[in-house]
């Protein structure tokens, strides 16, 4: 039977069923048969749109990136303030942690030039969320001289503490709970501490900025 797909269509297909079978059973284990099989297709087709296995974790990367964007534009259009928006987001890297095998992140390591851009597209994503925290501040949420960088540094540290534990001792929903409740109690720290300075100030008859 005639496959009616464009080239397009059947690139993107792949791309799909690359990135549920290297999050289900880590990069090493998944071989071109099995991409080829799940899709009832030839191996020779995947090889005429991919050059190596490393071109197809790329693009598997960038279509996971578009993937948590879109998520991201949807969280932001459906909450009413920035706050709001830093915690579903951050559950939503929670739930992308569990479904993901440990093998994946380990893996992932041997590629250094995937690593690279990985590491380069991290740095983009923390300037947007910058400028989020920047609408939280014109909200009213934040004080004017509100240092964002410690706030970035608590998530990140706690994404990477959350990651680390993941590829040691497995990834458990008592684990998400005990992480969550070190994220919200350093967030919250933040918050009160950033609210006592602006009082303080107010007192002292300092003005932000």
């Given at each position: 039977?005639?496959?009616?797909?464009?080239?397009?269509?059947?690139?993107?297909?792949?791309?799909?069923?690359?990135?549920?079978?290297?999050?289900?059973?880590?990069?090493?284990?998944?071989?071109?048969?099995?991409?080829?099989?799940?899709?009832?297709?030839?191996?020779?087709?995947?090889?005429?749109?991919?050059?190596?296995?490393?071109?197809?974790?790329?693009?598997?990367?960038?279509?996971?990136?578009?993937?948590?964007?879109?998520?991201?534009r949807e969280i932001i259009r459906n909450s009413s303030h920035i706050l709001e928006i830093i915690l579903k987001l951050y559950n939503l890297?929670?739930?992308?942690?569990?479904?993901?095998?440990?093998?994946?992140?380990?893996?992932?390591?041997?590629?250094?030039?995937?690593?690279?851009?990985?590491?380069?597209?991290?740095?983009?994503?923390?300037?947007?969320?910058?400028?989020?925290?920047?609408m939280g501040r014109q909200q009213g949420l934040f004080r004017e001289d509100a240092d964002f960088n410690i706030l970035t540094f608590i998530?990140?540290?706690?994404?990477?503490?959350?990651?680390?534990?993941?590829?040691?001792?497995?990834?458990?929903?008592?684990?998400?709970?005990?992480?969550?409740?070190?994220?919200?109690?350093s967030t919250a720290k933040w918050c009160i501490d950033n609210r006592k300075l602006s009082r303080r100030n107010q007192k002292l008859g300092?003005?932000?900025?």
């Amino acid at each position: 039977m005639k496959d009616n797909r464009t080239k397009k269509e059947i690139f993107d297909q792949i791309v799909e069923t690359a990135h549920t079978l290297f999050i289900e059973r880590g990069i090493k284990d998944v071989k071109m048969d099995d991409i080829a099989a799940e899709m009832s297709i030839s191996k020779r087709t995947i090889y005429e749109l991919f050059n190596d296995k490393e071109q197809m974790l790329h693009e598997v990367l960038k279509y996971q990136n578009e993937r948590m964007c879109e998520n991201g534009r949807e969280i932001i259009r459906n909450s009413s303030h920035i706050l709001e928006i830093i915690l579903k987001l951050y559950n939503l890297h929670f739930e992308l942690l569990k479904k993901v095998n440990n093998k994946f992140f380990a893996e992932l390591n041997k590629y250094p030039e995937i690593c690279r851009k990985r590491q380069a597209k991290e740095a983009q994503n923390a300037k947007k969320f910058t400028a989020w925290m920047e609408m939280g501040r014109q909200q009213g949420l934040f004080r004017e001289d509100a240092d964002f960088n410690i706030l970035t540094f608590i998530i990140k540290r706690d994404l990477t503490t959350i990651l680390e534990v993941k590829m040691q001792k497995g990834y458990t929903e008592n684990g998400k709970h005990t992480a969550q409740k070190s994220f919200f109690r350093s967030t919250a720290k933040w918050c009160i501490d950033n609210r006592k300075l602006s009082r303080r100030n107010q007192k002292l008859g300092k003005t932000p900025g």
